[in-house]
């Protein structure tokens, strides 16, 4: 029995795993009790975690091959357990790599195809789907499925985003990108005045040797709120100074566990934590892999939520409804008097892959971390019920609140289209999640 | 340049695997994978193919359960002087092993004892003056000491040992030949995964220390992690009623 526990600490359970390191054994595996698929354990929600007490995992992180490399068209062949970071050390010595990377380097490719995630410049480079040219899928009804946009394309979307629920994501080819630079540039611009935020971002994401820019907020303060961007642009050449292989990793960064003490942020200390993030950030040069990874860096900002853990909430907002929104959701704030640690905003562009429960729309995506308690609990209740006022999407994979009713809500036909499509592919439901059985 | 062969007969597995990328393969050298799924052999030879490119790599699907002259399909390319063996294949099931009945008898015997005396007699038969061969067996430490499970694993592993030094006994004057049983340790794979075991090794440790004891020890028993040595000694003095408690 091993004890599972989500990276936001909000859902935790004893199971049973069965670790899978080739292909093949998925075969052998006795799949009536149904299953949960796990690579890094490291989703926010625990989609990791199976839906009821010592229920049955399947661990496919130590499936971690790169199995073909194919230099002329820029692809590579992966087994889906291998790591973020793994798969960087790799490319990276190839003057290649993969654009969209949420934060840290130790989630699994196939947790990405999983949740169809985002890096920090979605506006530029588009979802995960962008980058899986072709996957293969392992369900017991029907053995190892192929699929790519032509050839199974159905269950392939599906797949993409899909949470787990169409089977064991065993193998990805994922398209790459040249490295232009291997060094980046971070830059703070102090805004003046909130109205002007997006504005300035719109504009900054223009040029051309913008890497992302996203706005902090802090939220926190009763009269103003206090916001500067943060941008990293791509230096100009090849830096010798920042050798790619400098940037190998060294080592595993981070193991979740429940720390003893009580969260250490408080309206005072959040608002000091933005003063810091700002000064502290300034004209700073780095590495192409911090730049990818920023979390691997800053894991004490998770640990100093404490023993009872996180909610982040990550939705999107319309542009010209944000304004509106960010006015309700101050307002919201003051009333609920709840500290929020770091809320940033990104611009979010729809790409051609949209559809789905992808978080995948055109507007402003906005992020709220919170610690959780009952207050913050309430809080994200009525935010809920507020921002769908304002055609809002929240990031399921993100949010431990999410419901049913609040999928409905939020992605309608597209949940509906999702659960038949679904349906028709696997009616008995073999691999669910606490995650999808909450939402599904 | 010298050109060197490989084999790794269960090469699919965590300590396979392992082998494989702690091996310094050079660009002349021929690495032949022997696992009983094509699909994982593919994959493996994709992997193995990244690292080394210029390296040739064949690989042959090998059901160990039946012996229907196993590595029949296996061809020896003649011009490879020096050959490195190692035969990884074990495969137990608790729960149908014991005293009383064992459903997977044949299975067991065949995986774990008779396919590896098949193979070592493939070997032989390539022995000659201008070829090097050096075999690695991969044991268990579950010879140690006899238990009420794994009883026929057990059993197939002991007569195995017994295979391997009769075999060294046998050619101790041929310079050309060298054999080895590796008394292993607990180690920590995919099949062990969650079992309360003790002193576990990593498969990257136990690999290299198989590697290093073929290449260097004279010694055909060979225990990995040496201190299993200890623990073997320690195991035979303390009464088997007191570790049955």
Not at chain 1, 162 to 188: C, E
Not at chain 2, 102 to 127: D, G, P, Q, T
Not at chain 2, 173 to 200: A, C
Not at chain 2, 201 to 229: E, F, M
Request: net charge positive; with cysteine; proline share 3%.
């Amino acid at each position: 029995m091993n004890k599972f526990l989500s990276f936001d600490l909000t859902t935790e359970i004893k199971c049973w795993r069965k670790e899978v390191d080739r292909r093949s054994t998925l075969k052998k595996i006795n799949y009536s009790d149904g299953f949960t698929i796990k690579g890094s354990g490291l989703s926010y929600v625990g989609s990791f975690i199976p839906p009821i007490h010592k229920g049955k995992v399947i661990d496919y992180s130590p499936a971690n091959l790169i199995i073909n490399f194919d230099e002329t068209n820029r692809t590579v062949t992966v087994l889906t357990g291998i790591t973020l970071g793994d798969l960087f050390n790799f490319l990276a010595c190839k003057g290649l790599y993969l654009p969209v990377q949420p934060g840290h380097p130790d989630i699994s490719i196939g947790g990405c195809i999983a949740s169809c995630v985002h890096g920090k410049n979605q506006f530029k480079d588009g979802t995960f789907r962008s980058y899986v040219k072709e996957l293969e899928l392992f369900h017991p009804k029907y053995g190892y499925i192929y699929c790519d946009s032509k050839t199974n394309s159905d269950i392939f979307e599906l797949t993409i985003g899909g949470y787990g629920s169409t089977g064991i994501i065993t193998k990805a080819t994922l398209f790459t990108k040249l490295i232009s630079s291997n060094a980046y540039k971070t830059d703070v611009i102090d805004i003046k005045t909130i109205d002007l935020i997006i504005p300035t971002m719109l504009k900054l994401l223009k040029k051309p040797n913008c890497d992302y820019v996203y706005g902090v907020l802090d939220l926190n303060r009763s009269k103003t709120i206090k916001s500067f961007l943060l941008s990293s642009t791509e230096e100009a050449g090849v830096m010798n100074n920042f050798d790619l292989s400098t940037q190998i990793i060294k080592k595993k960064f981070f193991s979740r566990s429940r720390p003893i003490y009580k969260c250490l942020y408080t309206k005072m200390t959040s608002s000091l934590a933005f003063i810091y993030l700002f000064y502290n950030s300034k004209k700073t040069k780095i590495s192409l892999f911090e730049n990818l990874f920023p979390a691997a860096k800053n894991m004490t900002y998770y640990k100093l939520f404490g023993s009872s853990g996180f909610i982040e909430k990550q939705l999107i907002i319309p542009l010209v409804k944000f304004d509106e929104f960010l006015d309700c959701l101050w307002q919201l704030i003051k009333l609920s008097k709840i500290a929020i640690p770091l809320c940033t905003i990104k611009i979010f562009k729809k790409t051609p892959y949209a559809g789905l429960l992808r978080f995948d729309f055109d507007g402003v995506c906005i992020t709220i971390d919170t610690e959780k308690t009952d207050e913050s609990t309430k809080f994200f209740k009525k935010l809920d019920q507020m921002a769908l006022r304002f055609s809002s999407h929240t990031c399921l994979y993100k949010y431990s609140l999410s419901s049913r009713s609040l999928v409905n809500q939020e992605y309608g036909e597209e949940f509906l289209k999702f659960k038949k499509k679904l349906s028709l592919f696997d009616s008995n439901n073999i691999f669910k999640s606490s995650f999808t059985d909450k939402i599904f | 340049m010298k050109k060197n062969g490989y084999i790794i007969v269960g090469a699919t597995g965590g300590l396979g695997r392992s082998i494989i990328k702690s091996l310094d393969l050079s660009k002349n050298d021929i690495l032949i994978l022997v696992a009983s799924s094509s699909i994982d052999l593919e994959d493996l030879r994709g992997a193995s193919q990244i690292v080394n490119p210029e390296c040739q790599i064949q690989i042959y699907k090998n059901d160990l359960s039946f012996l229907n002259h196993p590595f029949d399909n296996i061809v020896f390319p003649f011009d490879y002087p020096n050959w490195e063996v190692y035969l990884v294949n074990g495969w137990s099931d608790a729960k149908l092993d014991d005293i009383y009945a064992s459903e997977s008898l044949n299975r067991i015997i065949n995986i774990n004892y008779a396919s590896n005396v098949f193979f070592v007699m493939e070997c032989l038969k390539y022995l000659n003056s201008s070829r090097t061969i050096s075999i690695s067996v991969i044991g268990s430490i579950a010879i140690l000491k006899s238990r009420s499970s794994n009883v026929i694993y057990t059993c197939a592993k002991l007569a195995l040992k017994s295979y391997v030094e009769s075999v060294a006994t046998s050619l101790l004057n041929n310079k050309k030949f060298k054999i080895q049983y590796i008394v292993m340790g607990f180690m920590k794979t995919t099949l062990n995964h969650g079992s309360p075991l003790f002193l576990t090794l990593s498969t990257v440790t136990a690999a290299k220390s198989i590697i290093k004891a073929l290449r260097s020890s004279k010694k055909v028993v060979v225990y990995v992690p040496y201190y299993w040595n200890i623990i073997a000694l320690l195991l035979k003095i303390i009464p088997s009623k007191l570790l049955s408690k």
